[in-house]
Structure formats: C-alpha cells, structure tokens
Nanobody, 129 residues
Framework: QVQLVESGGGLVQAGGSLRLSCAAS?????????????MSWFRQAPGTEREFVAS????????DYADSVKGRFTISRDNAKSTEYLQINSLKPEDTAVYSC?????????????????WGQGTQVTVSS
C-alpha cells in the first residue's frame, strides 16, 4: 500500500519559517502511484479535532487553503520525487500542532479528513512566543 512519511517539524519562534516534507512510496490496491493522488495537510493540537490546512490536485495546478493559514502557508508537490511540501511562513503560536500529510484517490479537493485513505505518522511543529 501507499506509505507516507513526514519530516521537517521542529521548535521555532513566532515569526519564523519551516518547510515540511511528505515522502510517498508504494501503490494503491489498483496500482495507482503518488502522481494519481490528491494530497493534503492536516493538523491537530492536543484536545482538539483534526483541522484541514491545505490540499493540492494531482498535477499541482489547483490548491485550497484554510482561512487561518492563507497567505502564510504554501502547499506544493514534486511528482518526480513523489514528495509533497508545506512551506510555512510567519509562524504563530496557534500554529502549534502535529502536522500530517494525507493522500487519496478522489474526484477533487476535499477538506474532510475521512475521505483520505493514506496517512503519515505526523511531525510536531511547536511555535514559541
């Protein structure tokens, strides 16, 4: 099956920047690869529900962002490297969370985490004030 592994999290002061990566490998049961998957980022802080952050189409041409991160975060992908990225700028303490990448064979961009079949283990982002 498809495996996703995040990296790039860490401890950063407010106003700083971070770039998260999500490396993909394997195939779906139908034989589809990374380039056929809608990819997204979600985050979850302790005691809260999982929150949508951003998503990107298979070809990287269309993106979607939560209002809370619009203008500060940039999602991208490199299908040749089977990798998804999240560039995070102007970090705020409220951005502190475990960030997870997710993928799915979908008809379009989705904000509902229940629609994604493949998940990484998550990477911790902590922003100090």
């Amino acid at each position: 099956q498809v495996q996703l592994v995040e990296s790039g999290g860490g401890l950063v002061q407010a106003g700083g920047s971070l770039r998260l990566s999500c490396a993909a490998s394997g195939r779906t049961r139908a034989g589809r690869t990374f380039s056929s998957l809608i990819m997204s980022w979600f985050r979850q802080a302790p005691g809260t529900e999982r929150e949508f952050v951003a998503s990107i189409t298979e070809d990287g041409r269309v993106t979607d962002y939560a209002d809370s991160v619009k203008g500060r975060f940039t999602i991208s992908r490199d299908n040749a490297k089977s990798t998804e990225y999240l560039q995070i700028n102007s970090l705020k303490p409220e951005d502190t969370a475990v960030y997870s990448c997710a993928g799915g064979v979908l008809l379009g961009l989705r904000r509902d985490h229940r629609r994604y079949a493949y998940w990484g283990q998550g990477t911790q982002v902590t922003v100090s004030s």
